[in-house]
């Protein structure tokens, strides 16, 4: 789409300025260098632009569309036939229309040179293949774009001898060529896993230049007397076409398979960062729910104790009280076994009980030993009625001082209920989408326990060249998560891609707060 909309500038602003540009050119060659400006400063500080400028306007000026556009105009002032309307239009401002291209092309460089650049710089990261041919291209289409630029400005040129002058344009064929490669390594991956647009400009630039070469030995075939070579041109440009346009139908399977695919390479580290996250919180919740077992398991044995010993008190002074403490006995030995099935797991709980289990076992004792003493239970039996009720009575006062000491639960509880109103999130799955460098992301964010509990891409519509959420994505995912944060550093070399996920999860946050 960037090429058609670029093209269509390129044939509106001949048509309009072509006269005045090429009596006063200096006017346009210094608008087309403030905006160069503009864009390649903006790309250096990392600039972000709205939606609308950033989809419609930046790949335009900052992203080569403009200048590749005016270069195929300079490039067909030469190819068509000699005579006509195209001709006579394009000729005279040949010169001019390629000084605007080189400034624009010049500020592209800059503007997308900085990503090749932050990869340099990166100690921790390499050129992909891709990556570095793309580099080694645009480094060579510089180096042969110079010379055709300083030589276009017609001070320059009057200054040259003609031959030698010719000679060095003709090296603009080597430069048109090597446009073609930069724009083929660029977005032929993109196109053969099933990209519309991209298919798309693959096919027009296809058929530009493989029409412009075959209009070019059409041109030079003719003027030696041969055959004319325009039917097989247009065939050539009907196969680009073809060839460019058959991938559109592969774009809904492929992009779906490129998500999974991504989304799968990414879940081990979003799962080793949901771990780490989550591991501290396991750790400590494990540590106080066993601390509070244990503090459970202390009062629970004092408790015991203290029924155990009036209930051997009882047994051994009153027959009657025999079978009351034999009834209370049944839930004292259930609850002492549950007890030394838990001693298995609690070493503390354990030793606790067998010390309960000793004092009882001695008071067992000792009441035997005084049983035999007495002469007659009837007579014995007042005695203990007395003594009864004044043991119970000095323990009575002490039984209520227990619940006393059971404040504890109750200042949990408000503890406990402390992080509800303070929560910052809502617990569920939100979804954000915001621009990358060139095409949307999407994620999806999990928010359990007023925390991120794990975040995915679901949609990347990026440049997965300098931009893999296979390994960059992932690289931050893993940090957000452990800092519970979308603010984290970007990744060298594809800022506006790590800007851009940084923008979707925020926008998800936004969305899962209270």
Known sequence: MTILISLAAAVLFTAVCGASLRKKPVPYYAAALAVSLFFAAAGIAGLRFPPFINRWIVPVFARGGLAGALFILVMYAGAVPNGSRIQKTLLPIRGQLSIIASI????????????????????????????LAVFTFSVLMIAVMIPLFVTSFMKIRRKMDAKRWKKLQRGAYVFY????????????????????????????????????????????????????????????????VFAGLSFAPLMPKAEAEDLAADVSKAAPAQALAQDSGSGNQASAAAGESSAKQEAAAGESATKAEQPAGEVLTAKAEDPAADQAGAKQEEPTAGVSADQ?????????????????????????????????????????????AKETPAASDLQTPTAPAEPKT?????????????????????????????VGNEGNITVSVTIQDDRIASIAITSFGDD?????????????????????????D???????????????VKKALAAAKN
Do not use: W
Not at 105 to 114: I, T
Not at 192 to 206: I, P
Not at 407 to 427: G, I, L, V
């Open 104 to 131: 624009f092309a010049l500020g592209h460089g800059v503007y997308s040179g900085k990503s090749y650049l932050m990869i340099l710089l990166d100690k921790m990261r390499t050129f992909s293949s891709i990556q």
């Open 177 to 240: 060529g090597l446009i073609y490669l930069h724009i083929l390594l660029l977005m032929l991956p993109k196109a053969m896993r099933g990209d519309g647009k991209y298919a798309l400009s693959v096919a027009v630039y296809s058929a530009v230049f493989l029409g412009y070469f075959a209009m070019r030995v059409n041109k030079a075939l003719a003027r030696k007397g041969k055959r004319s070579m325009l039917t097989a041109a247009a065939a050539v440009c009907a196969m680009a």
């Open 340 to 384: 030394s099935s838990s001693a298995q797991q609690d070493p503390a709980q354990s030793a606790l009980q067998s010390g309960a289990a000793g004092q009882d076992a001695a008071e067992q004792k000792a009441a035997q030993d005084k049983s035999p003493a007495v002469p007659a239970e009837p007579q014995t039996q007042p005695e203990p």
């Open 406 to 434: 059971q404040p504890d639960p109750a200042k949990e509880t408000p503890a406990a209920s402390e992080p509800a109103p303070a929560r910052t999130y809502k617990d569920g799955t939100y979804s954000g989408t915001a």
């Open 464 to 488: 997965l060249e300098y931009f893999d959420p296979a390994k960059e994505g992932a690289s931050m995912i893993s940090r957000m998560i452990s800092g519970q944060t979308y603010s984290v």
């Open 490 to 504: 970007t990744i060298s070399g594809a800022t506006y891609s790590s800007k851009g996920l940084r923008d979707a």
